[in-house]
Structure formats: C-alpha cells, structure tokens
C-alpha cells in the first residue's frame, strides 16, 4: 500500500454536506489525543449520519494513567451535541479502548443508536460494514514480549510527535506524522497492517457485503480490492483524518484541514434504501 497522497480539490470537489462521516481513534482523556483540531473539525462539519467506530473515549488510559481532559476535549463533546441537535444521527461502535460501552450495544438514544457493528448502505448501493477493527487481532498479533516492547515504543515515539509538531507550529508549519512515518518504514509494521487489511475484507466477504469500514490500526487508508472497499478512516492521535461518504456515494478519505487525501467515485449500481442495520 502507498502512502496516503492528496488528491487535487479541482478534480474532486468536496460538497458542503455529507451524507455520512466516520471517526475513531480519538482517544479522549489520553494526552495523545489532537482534542483541538477534532473540535475545530466537527465545528465545521454538516452531515446527515456521524459514525463514531470505536476508542472515542481511551477507558484504559484514563484507568491506568493519570486522565487529561482539557478545554479542547470539552469541546469535542460539545461539537457532538451541536450536530445532534442539528439533526445528525450518531451511530456508536465501540471499540476496545470503550469496551464497557459495548454492554449498551442495541440501545436507541435520541439521535444515537449503540451498535456492535453496523452496516452502512451508500447513496450508491455499496453495503460496507462498519467495525472498529479488534476482533482481528487474533489474525494479526503477534503476542507475548514483542507486543508489549512494540506498545512500549510506540507510546514513546507518540510523545516525540507531540514535542515535534509544537515546534512546528510555532515555526508556522503544518502538522506531520513523525510516528506514521516511521511505522511506513517498518517492514514488521506494514506485515502486519497487510494482515490486518486481509481479515477485514475477508470478513467482509464472508458476510456477503462490498467492503469494510474500520479504524484500531491507526493507519487511514481508502482503496478498493478484487471489488471491495477498504477504509479506515485513521485516528486522532498519529494521522487525523476522517471518511466521508459525498451526497451521491462516493467515499474520499480527509484530513483535519479538510483536504482530500484519497477518495473512491460511486459506481453505476442501482440505489438503494438509505439505512444503516445490525451486522
């Protein structure tokens, strides 16, 4: 897989509303969390549904470590009211950092539905389903001391992309990734997203959809394989990006700033109801 890339705005011009978005990985209450641009994103954000796929809330940090909740991490929550109160639906999946919210899962809130797992139908037909990602890690963990040394270093490695990027914002330079591109010059880093990658659209294919949407990697990425979807609309943390699904199908991969990073046109196929189920 190749390094997420920009696509030019002028071919591929993004509507002032979605008709669906998808987040996770924030992590909030962990002191990695990007709280302030997620905040500044979902300010800016109109769209009909808003999937929150997992580890919105870092549970296990906030019972391990001692919790950060900033002004910035008020602020996601409050975007959250706003937009369901403007009449976005909010759809939550939880992840394995949220897990005690999976005991919700088939609750109907106003404007929210808690689900296990969902799948989304596009504008276009494309019926993907929606996961945070953890019930791969049996296919793609190695386990043991060289999973605990690699969690060990790549909270480190989170820490120096923190004390970079502020020095780079004071020098008026864009935010970058020092942790996202270290793991794409791993081979043991990008091994294992590729087995990750292969249980999501297998799994996809067993249960007869068009592809999948996930996160828990940390790694955002948007392609089509032997006619399936892979997305994974990335993180707060490392690479701060979110999918969104176009008014007429099309899926394109953002970033915090609102650039378009990858993106899928919608196919030719007949549409069908807009809805969203229990996978």
């Known amino acids: ?7 030019p705005a002028a071919v591929t011009p993004l509507p002032s ?3 669906a978005v998808f987040i996770s990985d924030v992590h909030l209450g962990s002191k990695h969390c990007h709280a302030a641009e997620l905040a500044d994103f979902l300010g800016g954000l109109r769209c009909d549904r808003l999937y929150l796929v997992g580890d919105i809330v870092d549970l296990w940090w906030m019972a391990q470590r001692r919790a950060v909740w900033k002004t910035p991490h008020q602020r996601v929550m409050e975007a959250l009211h706003a937009l369901a109160r403007a009449g976005t639906e909010l759809v939550y999946v939880p992840g394995n950092h949220d897990r005690p919210a999976r005991r919700f899962c088939g609750l109907a809130l106003p404007r929210m539905q808690v689900r296990r797992r969902a799948i989304h139908v596009t504008a276009d037909g494309r019926r993907l389903l929606v996961t945070h990602g953890d019930d791969y890690d049996n296919a793609t963990h190695f386990g043991g001391l060289q999973e605990r040394l690699g969690d060990w270093l790549y909270y480190r490695i989170l820490t120096g992309n923190q004390w970079l990027n502020l020095a780079r914002r004071r020098l008026g330079l864009r935010y970058w990734s020092m942790s996202e591109f270290l793991k794409r010059r791993s081979s043991a880093a990008e091994r294992y997203i590729a087995r990750f990658v292969r249980a999501g659209l297998d799994d996809a294919t067993r249960r007869g959809l068009d592809g999948i949407v996930c996160g828990h990697i940390h790694r955002a990425a948007l392609f089509e394989r032997d006619g399936r979807v892979y997305a994974n609309d990335g993180d707060w943390v490392e690479s701060l990006t979110a999918l969104c699904e176009d008014p007429d199908g099309s899926l394109r ?12 046109p919608a196919t030719a196929a007949a549409p069908r109801m807009d809805l969203s189920s229990a996978a």
């Open 1 to 7: 897989m190749s390094p997420v890339a920009p696509v």
């Open 17 to 19: 509303r979605r008709r």
């Open 253 to 264: 991969l953002l970033s915090h700033t609102g650039e378009t990073l990858a993106f899928l």
